[in-house]
C-alpha cells in the first residue's frame, strides 16, 4: 500500500470565510479537522495587480518579473499580437528539482505546469488553467485514466450571462471532478509511495466565479430554483472537503499543508467596459479609434452561446486567434499609442514604445506622459448613480512589480477597480469623457459573479505542528517550506523562505 510523506492540496481560489461557515454548519467536517488539529497562516502575493501570475509565482519561487506570465494570452510586441506562452519559459515547477535530486514525486493537476517529462504526473486534465492539452508521465498513465474515467472533464467557459440550469450544471460538473480526482488518487496511491504528493480542486475555483450569487445570471431564479441555487456554491466545497478526506486517508500522510493562493469575492472587474473608457481618453486627434466596430456590431447580434459552439468546435490555436483578431485585429499601429490587454479582473494597458513593440509609436518620454494622462482620464469615471470612482488605483508595472528579466512583458498599467460589485452599475461617466453604457446593468456581462481576492492562506498539520497561527507569508514562501519540510535544499533562484524551517526544528 503506498503513502505519502507529506500531502500538499491546492483548494483553488477558496473562500476562507465560507469554509469556516461551512465547517459550522457541519458541511466540511475534514477542513474543521485540520483547521483545529493545525496552523493557519495568511499569504499575500502580487494578484491584487495581475491575478493570474500566482500559479507560476508558487512554483518557482519567483515573481511574475521573472516567469513573464500573467494571462494566458499575453501581448507579443515582436508580432504585435497576442500570444499564448510557452509554459517551460515560466521555469520548471520546484516538485520536478525534487524528482531530479532522486525524490518520489506525484503531481496531478497542478495549474499552468507543462507537461511532465518524469516522475509521476498529470498534467491539464481537470483545471481550466492550462496552457496544453492533458499530459502524464509514466508512458500510458493518462490511457489508464482515460480508460477507467473517460476523456479529460474539463468544459470551456462561456464568458456571457447563464441560465439557471447552466450554472447547476457546472455545479454537478465540479462535484463529479472532485470525485474523480479522489479516485485518481487512491489508484496512484494504491501502488505508489511518494515523498510529495501534489493534488489541485479547481471546482472552488470556478464555482467561485459562476455560483458566487445571481449577477451572472440572464435572469434571477424562480422561486422553485432559489433554493437550489443558493446551496450550490455550498455543495461543491462539501463535495471537495469529502475528496479531500478520501486522497489524506489514502495517502496515510506524516504532514498535511492545504493552501489558496488567492481567494473569491463579489466580482468587481470592469475590464468589459475599460476598451471604451481607455478609447475615449486617447481621442484627440482621432488616435484610438476603435477599427473593426461594423464587424463588431454584427458579432455582438450573434447570440452568445452560438459564438461560444462555434469557437469551442476550433482548434485552440484557431480560438486564440480568432481572440487576438477582435482584441487587435485592423489597428493601425501608427495611430494607436496604447491599447488593453485581455484580461480577467485587473486592467491591463499596454504602451506602444517605439524599441520595444516592432511597430512602435512613442518615446519613453511621450510614454511616460500618456500613462499620467491615461491615469488621470481613469481616475476620472464614476458611478452614474452614487459618484463613487470606477477606479481605486493605477498603477505603474515598475511601481508594484520588481525588476526582474521579464518585467518588458508584462502590462505597462495596471488598473485595479474599486471593491464594490461591477454589476450595480446602470453607466459609468466622466464630465471631460461623458458616459459609458454599462452592457447588463444590475448583472455582470461576463457572467462571472465572482472574482478573485488577492488574499491566500495555507493551513498545515502533522507531525510537531502544534494548533494554533502560523507565521504570515508570501506564496513565493510555499515552495522553500515544502522543501524545508522534507529536508530537501532550497535552490539559490527561489526568493521565498521556509516559514516552518525544517522537521529537525520542531
Same mark, same amino acid.
Given at each position: 500500500?503506498?503513502?505519502?510523506?507529506?500531502?500538499?492540496?491546492?483548494?483553488?481560489?477558496?473562500?476562507?470565510?465560507?469554509?469556516?461557515?461551512?465547517?459550522?454548519?457541519?458541511?466540511?467536517?475534514?477542513?474543521?479537522?485540520?483547521?483545529?488539529?493545525?496552523?493557519?497562516? /495568511?499569504?499575500?502575493?502580487?494578484?491584487?495587480?495581475? !491575478?493570474?501570475?500566482?500559479?507560476?509565482?508558487?512554483?518557482?519561487?519567483?515573481?511574475?518579473?521573472? *516567469?513573464?506570465?500573467? $494571462? %494566458?494570452?499575453?501581448?507579443?510586441?515582436?508580432?504585435?499580437?497576442?500570444?499564448?506562452?510557452?509554459?517551460?519559459?515560466?521555469?520548471?515547477?520546484?516538485?520536478?528539482?525534487?524528482?531530479?535530486?532522486?525524490?518520489?514525486?506525484?503531481?496531478?493537476?497542478?495549474?499552468?505546469? =507543462?507537461?511532465?517529462?518524469?516522475?509521476?504526473?498529470?498534467?491539464?486534465?481537470?483545471?481550466?488553467?492550462?496552457?496544453?492539452?492533458?499530459?502524464? $508521465?509514466?508512458?500510458?498513465?493518462?490511457?489508464?485514466?482515460?480508460?477507467?474515467?473517460?476523456?479529460?472533464?474539463?468544459?470551456?467557459? /462561456?464568458?456571457?450571462?447563464?441560465?439557471?440550469? &447552466?450554472?447547476?450544471?457546472?455545479?454537478?460538473?465540479?462535484?463529479?471532478?472532485?470525485? /474523480?480526482?479522489?479516485?485518481?488518487?487512491?489508484?496512484?496511491?494504491?501502488?505508489?509511495?511518494?515523498?510529495?504528493?501534489? +493534488?489541485?480542486?479547481?471546482?472552488?475555483?470556478?464555482?467561485?466565479?459562476? +455560483?458566487?450569487?445571481?449577477? @451572472?445570471?440572464?435572469?434571477?431564479?424562480?422561486?422553485?430554483?432559489?433554493?437550489?441555487?443558493?446551496?450550490?456554491?455550498?455543495?461543491?466545497?462539501?463535495?471537495?472537503? $469529502?475528496?479531500?478526506?478520501?486522497?489524506?486517508?489514502?495517502?496515510?500522510?506524516?504532514?498535511?499543508?492545504?493552501?489558496?493562493?488567492?481567494?473569491?469575492?463579489?466580482?468587481? =472587474?470592469?475590464?468589459?467596459?475599460?476598451?471604451?473608457?481607455?478609447?475615449?481618453?486617447?481621442?484627440?486627434?482621432?488616435? @484610438?479609434?476603435?477599427?473593426?466596430?461594423?464587424?463588431?456590431?454584427?458579432?455582438?447580434?450573434?447570440?452568445?452561446?452560438?459564438?461560444?459552439?462555434?469557437?469551442?468546435?476550433? !482548434?485552440?490555436?484557431?480560438?486564440?486567434?480568432?481572440?487576438?483578431?477582435?482584441?487587435? #485585429?485592423?489597428?493601425?499601429?501608427?495611430?494607436?499609442?496604447?491599447?488593453?490587454?485581455?484580461?480577467?479582473?485587473?486592467?491591463?494597458?499596454?504602451?506602444?514604445?517605439?524599441?520595444?513593440?516592432?511597430?512602435?509609436?512613442?518615446?519613453?518620454?511621450?510614454?511616460?506622459?500618456?500613462?499620467?494622462?491615461?491615469?488621470?482620464?481613469?481616475?476620472?469615471?464614476?458611478?452614474?448613480?452614487? #459618484?463613487?470612482? +470606477?477606479?481605486?488605483?493605477?498603477?505603474?508595472?515598475?511601481?508594484?512589480?520588481?525588476?526582474? !528579466? %521579464?518585467?518588458?512583458?508584462?502590462?505597462?498599467?495596471?488598473?485595479?477597480?474599486? @471593491? *464594490?460589485? &461591477?454589476?450595480?452599475?446602470?453607466?459609468?461617466?466622466?464630465?471631460?469623457?461623458?458616459?459609458?453604457?454599462?452592457?447588463?446593468?444590475?448583472? $455582470?456581462?461576463? #457572467?462571472?459573479? @465572482?472574482?478573485?481576492?488577492? =488574499?491566500?492562506?495555507?493551513?498545515?498539520?502533522?507531525? #510537531?505542528?502544534?494548533?494554533?497561527?502560523?507565521?504570515?507569508?508570501?506564496?513565493?514562501?510555499?515552495?522553500?517550506?515544502?522543501?524545508?519540510?522534507?529536508?530537501?535544499?532550497?535552490?539559490?533562484?527561489?526568493?521565498?523562505?521556509?516559514?516552518?524551517?525544517?522537521?529537525?526544528?520542531?
Amino acid at each position: 500500500m503506498g503513502r505519502a510523506k507529506l500531502l500538499m492540496i491546492a483548494l483553488d481560489a477558496a473562500d476562507l470565510g465560507l469554509l469556516d461557515q461551512l465547517v459550522d454548519e457541519g458541511l466540511t467536517p475534514v477542513f474543521g479537522q485540520l483547521r483545529r488539529q493545525g496552523r493557519l497562516g /495568511m499569504l499575500s502575493s502580487l494578484g491584487q495587480w495581475l !491575478p493570474g501570475s500566482v500559479w507560476p509565482s508558487f512554483y518557482t519561487s519567483t515573481p511574475p518579473s521573472f *516567469t513573464g506570465f500573467h $494571462h %494566458y494570452l499575453q501581448w507579443s510586441p515582436e508580432a504585435m499580437a497576442l500570444r499564448r506562452p510557452d509554459p517551460r519559459a515560466m521555469g520548471e515547477p520546484f516538485w520536478r528539482g525534487l524528482t531530479a535530486d532522486g525524490g518520489k514525486v506525484i503531481a496531478l493537476d497542478m495549474p499552468f505546469a =507543462s507537461a511532465p517529462r518524469s516522475g509521476i504526473e498529470l498534467t491539464g486534465w481537470a483545471t481550466l488553467d492550462s496552457l496544453e492539452p492533458p499530459h502524464a $508521465h509514466p508512458a500510458g498513465l493518462l490511457a489508464e485514466i482515460e480508460a477507467r474515467h473517460g476523456a479529460s472533464p474539463i468544459v470551456a467557459e /462561456m464568458h456571457a450571462l447563464q441560465s439557471v440550469q &447552466a450554472v447547476l450544471k457546472l455545479r454537478d460538473e465540479q462535484i463529479r471532478i472532485a470525485e /474523480m480526482l479522489a479516485d485518481i488518487s487512491e489508484q496512484i496511491l494504491a501502488r505508489e509511495t511518494a515523498d510529495l504528493f501534489l +493534488l489541485t480542486f479547481p471546482g472552488l475555483h470556478r464555482g467561485g466565479h459562476w +455560483l458566487w450569487d445571481e449577477t @451572472g445570471l440572464k435572469s434571477p431564479p424562480l422561486a422553485s430554483e432559489r433554493a437550489e441555487f443558493d446551496r450550490a456554491r455550498p455543495e461543491v466545497y462539501a463535495a471537495t472537503d $469529502h475528496a479531500l478526506g478520501r486522497i489524506i486517508e489514502a495517502a496515510d500522510a506524516d504532514e498535511v499543508i492545504l493552501f489558496s493562493l488567492h481567494g473569491m469575492g463579489p466580482n468587481t =472587474s470592469r475590464v468589459e467596459i475599460l476598451d471604451d473608457m481607455l478609447l475615449r481618453i486617447l481621442s484627440d486627434n482621432g488616435a @484610438g479609434k476603435r477599427p473593426l466596430k461594423y464587424l463588431e456590431r454584427l458579432r455582438r447580434a450573434v447570440p452568445p452561446a452560438l459564438r461560444h459552439a462555434v469557437k469551442d468546435s476550433l !482548434p485552440t490555436a484557431a480560438q486564440d486567434k480568432l481572440t487576438g483578431f477582435w482584441r487587435t #485585429g485592423g489597428r493601425d499601429w501608427r495611430q494607436t499609442p496604447a491599447l488593453t490587454q485581455v484580461a480577467d479582473l485587473t486592467g491591463y494597458i499596454r504602451l506602444n514604445i517605439a524599441g520595444r513593440e516592432a511597430a512602435g509609436l512613442l518615446s519613453e518620454d511621450q510614454a511616460g506622459e500618456l500613462a499620467e494622462r491615461i491615469t488621470e482620464g481613469l481616475g476620472s469615471f464614476v458611478d452614474a448613480d452614487t #459618484g463613487e470612482p +470606477l477606479v481605486s488605483r493605477v498603477a505603474r508595472i515598475a511601481d508594484v512589480v520588481p525588476e526582474g !528579466p %521579464y518585467r518588458p512583458m508584462l502590462p505597462d498599467l495596471l488598473v485595479d477597480w474599486s @471593491g *464594490t460589485p &461591477a454589476a450595480r452599475h446602470r453607466a459609468v461617466v466622466s464630465e471631460r469623457f461623458g458616459k459609458v453604457d454599462w452592457p447588463t446593468p444590475g448583472r $455582470h456581462p461576463s #457572467g462571472r459573479s @465572482g472574482n478573485h481576492r488577492s =488574499s491566500g492562506f495555507y493551513l498545515a498539520c502533522g507531525r #510537531g505542528l502544534s494548533a494554533g497561527d502560523a507565521p504570515a507569508g508570501d506564496i513565493m514562501d510555499l515552495a522553500p517550506t515544502v522543501l524545508s519540510r522534507l529536508g530537501a535544499a532550497i535552490p539559490e533562484q527561489m526568493q521565498g523562505t521556509a516559514l516552518l524551517g525544517g522537521r529537525d526544528d520542531d
